[in-house]
């Protein structure tokens, strides 16, 4: 009797036992699945250490790459909210030479220069007048763990261009770093990424490239082209001596107004500086428009050539590494 008691009772125990990692296993199984249901619908406290999806969804948060679980989620992702983890990190940090240190808090909070481009680029006419697009960068030169700010804005005038760019990747270095990035129904569209990819960083000019379908002419009749923006990025060295911008102005508001514009400088800038230099234009609605010389002397031409020459202010900025300098003309209607 014993012995049956005791077997009866070891028997109810493997079953328990059994039982009980089953019971755990299945809640684990649960929780996994609501888990990641309860992820499209719930904010985390601490978004930064919560990657849990190779894409993020659109919510106000950030999340990591790390895990890639199934989609599950009702709302599209959007690319623009991906941060890129470190290696065997279970948390999304940003770091410069193997020091893990935070080096923009943008990331994880509201950028307000981004959020008040956006809004003047929404607002632009869909015919605006530039040559088929133009992107550029809120700065002209980056480091490492940097984010970079990327604007772009299609000429939707033409009906070709406006039917065939429904959405752009965006590409640093050859490396996309924002894919399929939507275009406004005005032609505009914005994102942003973080250099975070020391394959594709380096001290010298580095440039973002999107490719879009144009309209193709008997003078390019590829039907894809290319908008590129350079700047710089890494250690590049500073001037010893600071310069500054001339800009000459001749003629009468509402004539034919001459414009040029040079470096002024007390020491005599090497080839080098000058080919590192990214100079770059501003027109009065905040478009950005890289220039293609240190001087100039006939900047109305050009500016005519890569739109139009409207009334208002522009700003010329050169920028040599951490150091900038802007200044700016205005052009005035005839009184």
């Known amino acids: 009797m014993r012995i049956s008691a005791l077997l009866l009772s ?28 309860n992820f499209c619908g719930q904010f985390p406290t601490h978004p930064e250490c919560t990657g849990w999806r190779k894409i993020p969804i659109t919510d106000n948060f950030w999340f990591c790459e790390y895990v890639d679980l199934p989609s599950v989620c009702n709302n599209p992702p959007n690319p623009q909210k991906e941060i890129f983890p470190l290696e065997a990190d279970y948390c999304c940090r940003i770091y410069e030479d193997n020091d893990e240190t935070l080096k923009d808090m943008s990331l994880l909070y509201y950028d307000v220069v981004f959020k008040d481009t956006t809004k003047k680029g929404r607002d632009l006419p869909e015919a605006y007048p530039i040559n088929e697009l133009v992107v550029w960068t809120d700065r002209d030169h ?12 299609f000429d939707f005038g033409d009906p070709v261009i406006k039917k065939a760019n429904k959405s752009v990747d965006i590409l640093f270095n050859g490396n996309k770093v924002v894919p399929n990035l939507a275009v406004e129904p005005n032609g505009w569209f914005s994102g942003y990424f973080n250099i975070s990819d020391p394959r594709f960083y380096y001290s010298g ?6 490719t879009y379908f144009h309209s193709p002419t008997s003078y390019d009749p590829d039907i894809r082209a290319i908008a590129s923006y350079k700047f710089t990025t890494g250690g590049i060295q500073e001037p010893k001596d600071p310069f500054s911008i001339k800009i000459s102005l001749d003629g009468e508001p509402g004539t034919h107004q001459r414009i040029s514009y040079e470096i002024d400088s007390k020491s005599a800038l090497s080839l080098h500086q000058k080919t590192t230099i990214v100079p770059r234009l501003t027109n009065p609605d905040g478009i950005v428009f890289a220039l293609p010389y240190v001087s100039m002397s006939n900047l109305e031409h050009y500016i005519n050539k890569i739109s139009n020459f409207q009334t208002g202010v522009y700003t ?7 150091f900038n300098i802007s200044e700016t003309f205005e052009k005035k209607n005839k009184k």
Do not use: C
């Not at 000019?205 to 999107?210: H, K, L, N």
């Open 142 to 153: 980056y480091k490492f763990g940097d984010r970079v700010n990327v604007y772009g804005k």
């Open 205 to 210: 000019i580095s440039r973002i490239d999107v």
């Open 316 to 322: 010329i900025t050169m920028t040599l590494g951490d």
């Open 10 to 37: 070891s028997s109810l125990l493997v079953i328990v036992m059994i039982s009980l990692v089953i019971s755990t296993n299945a809640g684990n199984a649960y929780g996994s699945i609501t888990a990641s249901e």
